[in-house]
């Protein structure tokens, strides 16, 4: 998988932390999700979708950790248009 802007291959050979269960759970509310948001036209960000599938599969173990990991990247891009 590359990063849509950095064209930097993303490794994803990252252990899952989460059980299937679990998963099973986050997939079903990322798929409720999405399709709420095609029926309100909300474009999906390309550029942070990864973020969310990682946490869907498991790879990122908390919520903490997704809106970490969203905050610095909408950081970067409101400093980067400064």
């Known amino acids: 998988m590359e990063d849509s802007k950095s064209k930097t ?4 050979d990252r252990p899952i932390l989460v059980s ?3 998963i099973e759970k986050r ?3 990322n ?3 999405l399709g709420s948001f095609a029926v309100d ?3 999906v960000n390309p550029d942070t979708q990864h973020v969310f599938k990682d946490f869907e ?3 990122i173990a908390t ?10 990247h909408y950081t970067k891009i409101a400093l980067e248009n400064n």
């Open 9 to 12: 291959t993303i490794v994803d």
């Open 20 to 22: 299937q269960k679990e």
């Open 27 to 29: 997939r079903r509310i």
């Open 31 to 33: 798929s409720d999700t």
């Open 41 to 43: 036209n909300i474009p």
């Open 57 to 59: 599969e498991g790879k």
């Open 63 to 72: 919520s903490k950790e997704v809106k970490v990991l969203l905050h610095a």
